[in-house]
């Protein structure tokens, strides 16, 4: 039986750690006390940061947490923290592998493409920040994805602590799915993109964006690709629907959540969890 593919995990090595907890400004941790701008104090379970098991995985990409709101601090404070990010996901051993960050309050587009080039499976941007062409064009020269997560989220303390990852972020990769379509594709017709989360569910309204005037060709690119995590058979039905089976891949979210079964068969969770995402990445290779 072929390994999976995890395309979306979160791991805070002892060097990303660390460096968090030298900062005195959000976001910082003291101790694990996780504080950040507008948010009350969160107390981070450090088992969720441990080993964890991996057996059955190929390859599990872990990803910078952008709703931390590193990648738009000013840059002499981003790239501390995204360094020590890059620093302690290279040193993770199998079977983890890491998508790359950057700093986007001041692109580098040369910064990027030096970090790209030390083994990064590709780049996890913010939901807010895919306008940046210049970053685009650094993955496209280098036939690597481009990962697309929420972002950083105002929390209102009169809402409940789910309110986040159900409203703002899904909102967030809505939007960005939307502005793909209409704003990126068309200059990037040769990028890989998965959006997280199923993209907020964005595909689903193309019934609504064709009756409101929007364009419906194109509908199915076999170059963006969505990934499954926080969402069930329902919605993963309903998106391969609308997309097809070829652009669906698996994603976890760990520590926070798990891999979804999809509920579509054998071969369609063969699809998912190995064809699909080793076609997202450029993986030639076929493990056993």
């Known amino acids: 039986m072929a390994l999976s593919i995890d395309v979306h995990q979160h791991l805070w090595t002892p060097e990303f750690v660390d460096a968090l907890r030298r900062r005195t400004s959000p976001p910082y941790l003291d101790g694990w006390t996780l504080h950040l701008d507008g948010e009350p104090p969160y107390e981070v379970n450090p088992a969720d940061h441990a080993d964890r098991e991996t057996t059955g995985l190929e390859l599990a990409l872990v990803s910078l947490s952008s709703p931390l709101g590193i990648e738009f601090l000013p840059p002499e404070e981003a790239w501390p923290l995204i360094d020590a ?18 700093c986007h309050s001041r692109p580098d587009p040369d910064r990027l493409a030096e970090d790209l080039d030390r083994g990064f499976a590709g780049l996890q ?62 200059r990037h017709p040769g990028l890989r993109v998965c959006f997280a989360l199923l993209a907020g569910l964005a595909p689903l309204h193309s019934e609504r964006l064709i009756t409101r005037g929007g364009d419906s060709r194109g509908l199915v690119d076999t170059d963006c690709f969505v990934e499954t995590s926080s969402y069930g058979p329902r919605a993963i039905d309903a998106i391969v629907r609308e997309l097809g089976i070829d652009v669906v891949v698996n994603g976890s979210d760990a520590p926070y959540a798990t ?15 190995v064809t699909n995402p080793r076609r997202l990445l450029g993986r030639k290779e076929i493990r056993p």
């Open 125 to 186: 941007i913010p939901a807010t920040a895919i306008h940046q062409d210049e970053l685009l064009e650094v993955l496209t020269s280098r036939d690597k994805p481009l990962f697309v997560h929420p972002g950083a989220a105002d929390h209102e303390k009169s809402r409940p602590g789910w309110w986040p990852a159900v409203v703002p972020y899904v909102q967030q990769m809505h939007q960005a799915w939307y502005h793909f379509q209409a704003e990126i594709r068309p």
């Open 259 to 273: 891999a979804p079964d999809p509920g579509l068969g054998a071969a369609a969770g063969h699809a998912i969890r």
């Open 85 to 102: 990010y890059h620093e302690g996901a290279l040193k993770l051993p199998e079977p983890y592998g890491a998508w790359a960050a950057t």
